[in-house]
C-alpha cells in the first residue's frame, strides 16, 4: 500500500511538472495512456480519457505546439501559459491521488502539482527570454524543441517509472537553474564593465 502510494504520488508529481514544459502535451499523453489501460485514474478524474477530452487535448497540444515556434509569440504564450500549467498541473496530480480523501487529494494537488508546473514554467520562461535577448528570437524555436520533448519524455516516464521520472525532473532543473544563473551573472559584469568604462 505504502509502495504504491509513492508511485502514485511520484507519478502525480512527473506529470504535473511536465505541464510546466508544455501545458496539453502531458494531459493528451495521460488521456491516451488510460485508454489503453496504462495509468489509472482517481474517480472523479476519469472524464480525461474521454473522447470528448482526447478530441480537445488533441487540438490544443497542436495549436500549442505551433505557436512556439513563432518567435516573440512564443513569449506571449507564455504568459497565458503560466497560469493554465499551474491549472493543468493540478489535474495531473489531482489524477493520481487515488488513496487519498478527497479534500487531501486537492490540497496535494493544488500545493504539489500546481506548484512544481509553476516552478518548471518559470524557469521555461525566463530561459525563453534569455534566448530571445540573446538571438533576437531565432534561437527560441530549439527551445521549444526542447521543451516539447522535455514535456514528452517525463511523461512518459511518469507514466513507465514514476520515481525515475522524479529523479530525472530534479536533474533538468537543477541544470537548468545553473545555466540561467551563470549567464545573468556574465550579462551583470558585462553591465559593470560598461559602466565602469563610462565613469572612467
Not at 519524455?153 to 521520472?165: K, N, Q, W
Request: proline share 4%; charged share 10%.
Amino acid at each position: 500500500m505504502m509502495e504504491s502510494t509513492l508511485l502514485s504520488l511520484a507519478a502525480g508529481m512527473g506529470l504535473a511538472a511536465a505541464c510546466g514544459f508544455r501545458v496539453f502535451i502531458p494531459l493528451l499523453v495521460m488521456s491516451l495512456a488510460a485508454r489503453g489501460g496504462h495509468l489509472e485514474l482517481a474517480e472523479t478524474f476519469t472524464w480525461i480519457e474521454s473522447t470528448p477530452a482526447l478530441l480537445a487535448f488533441g487540438a490544443a497540444t497542436t495549436l500549442e505546439v505551433l505557436g512556439y515556434y513563432v518567435p516573440w509569440i512564443d513569449n506571449l504564450l507564455d504568459t497565458m501559459a503560466t497560469p493554465s500549467a499551474v491549472v493543468a498541473g493540478t489535474v495531473a496530480m489531482g489524477s493520481q491521488t487515488l488513496a487519498f480523501d478527497p479534500w487531501l487529494g486537492w490540497t496535494l494537488a493544488a500545493i504539489g502539482g500546481g506548484g512544481a508546473a509553476g516552478a518548471v514554467q518559470g524557469v521555461t520562461v525566463v530561459t525563453r527570454s534569455l534566448s530571445s535577448f540573446a538571438t533576437g528570437g531565432l534561437g527560441n524555436p530549439l527551445v521549444s524543441t526542447l521543451e516539447g520533448a522535455a514535456a514528452i519524455g517525463l511523461t512518459l516516464l511518469a507514466v513507465i517509472m514514476p520515481l525515475i521520472a522524479v529523479f530525472v525532473l530534479l536533474v533538468v532543473m537543477t541544470l537548468l537553474l545553473r545555466m540561467i544563473l551563470r549567464r545573468r551573472g556574465r550579462g551583470g559584469g558585462t553591465d559593470d564593465g560598461a559602466l565602469a568604462a563610462t565613469a572612467g
